[in-house]
């Protein structure tokens, strides 16, 4: 019987993905729920010869996607695809796919909720209050209105952030490659111009090995004094030494991470900024999207065992551009 492999996964069980997949007469095979090493999958894969590779943390890399003879198609629990090889997968004809608008609202609304903790003190009042300082002369907080935005990056979860913050009554910036047609309201603007103005940097872009380290100590430096940065991409884009640096010399005013290099270890520099907004990579989830992702994941790998064409092809197989 057709085997789909899950090799890992950060909810509580498998039950959607198990009725997608056994209705359509496949057998599931599964991981364990917190990601295991690129051997191990490859092992995996070695032992049950899967035909689809579902992934949600682990890395699907050559060695596993050579493993199982009978593969026809890697899938991500998610949208970014650093922990897939699709050059590999490519090359062996296999199509790699996403589910890149599932958590659309959720990414945004928690950029929108870094930025009103950030201008509105909300944080730093609460650690304060509970360590007994009741000091609300102190305040010195932001009109979120008056703060001008630049977003890097300009796909799904890109417009949808513009878009509120646009409603919030903010100046929006954006910038992406390529460079996109200005919608109402967004004024587009080269990156350099976009960290000099802005007071609020948010990135919404993959990470590949173009974005890795984007901001960094010459990038920083380019962005307002006392500016916010928030990612909620991949923790790769982002030199955590720098923005701890700049951090300390108050710099920068604020950085909102829900994404960390290295992650789940936290560099213990970064844990002492107290101007440090933290969440555990997060910002896509809700119950409604975990649902969502989850159904959606089977059923596109289900979809291309059929022999359909997938809806969301993320390598150029077919000359379909990653989205």
């Not at 945004?108 to 009042?125: C, E, M």
């Not at 300082?133 to 008056?146: E, S």
């Not at 910036?173 to 976009?194: C, F, K, M, R, Y």
Request: charged residues 20%; hydrophobic residues 50%; aromatic residues 4%.
């Amino acid at each position: 019987m057709t085997a789909l492999l899950i090799t890992d996964y950060a909810w509580p069980d498998l039950e959607i993905e198990r009725a997608v997949i056994e209705a359509a007469g496949f057998r599931m095979v599964a991981g364990s729920a917190a990601p295991a090493s690129a051997a191990a999958i490859a092992s995996l894969a070695r032992e049950h010869q899967p035909e689809s590779i579902l992934t949600c943390w682990a890395h699907v890399d050559a060695s596993a996607i050579a493993a199982s003879k009978a593969l026809r198609h890697v899938g991500r629990f998610g949208v970014g695809l650093d922990n897939i090889d699709v050059a590999a997968c490519t090359a062996h004809g296999i199509p790699v796919t996403n589910v890149p608008d599932c958590c659309i609202e959720e990414v945004s609304d928690h950029v929108i909720g870094f930025a009103l903790a950030w201008t509105r003190g909300i944080v730093a009042f609460d650690r304060a209050v509970r360590a007994g300082r009741w000091d609300p002369a102190q305040a010195k907080l932001r009109r979120l209105a008056t703060q001008t935005i630049g977003i890097v990056g300009y796909g799904r979860i890109g417009r949808v952030t513009a878009r509120k913050f646009a409603a919030l009554g903010c100046r929006v910036l954006v910038h992406s490659q390529p460079t996109p047609e200005a919608a109402a309201g967004i004024e587009v603007v080269n990156l350099d111009a976009l960290l000099a103005a802005s007071d609020i940097v948010v990135l919404h872009v993959p990470l590949v090995e173009a974005t890795r380290h984007l901001i960094n100590a010459r990038r920083i430096a380019q962005m307002k004094p006392g500016g916010l940065l928030v990612n909620v991409s991949r923790g790769g884009l982002v030199d955590t030494e720098a923005v701890v640096e700049a951090l300390r010399s108050g710099w920068l005013g604020g950085a909102a991470l829900d994404v960390l290099e290295g992650e789940p270890d936290v560099s213990p520099a970064l844990l002492q900024q107290p101007t440090a907004l933290l969440t555990p990579h997060v910002a896509f989830s809700s119950v409604t999207s975990m649902a969502e992702l989850r159904q959606r994941a089977a059923e596109e790998a289900v979809r291309v065992l059929r022999g359909q064409p997938p809806l969301n092809l993320c390598n150029p197989l077919y000359k379909t551009p990653i989205r």
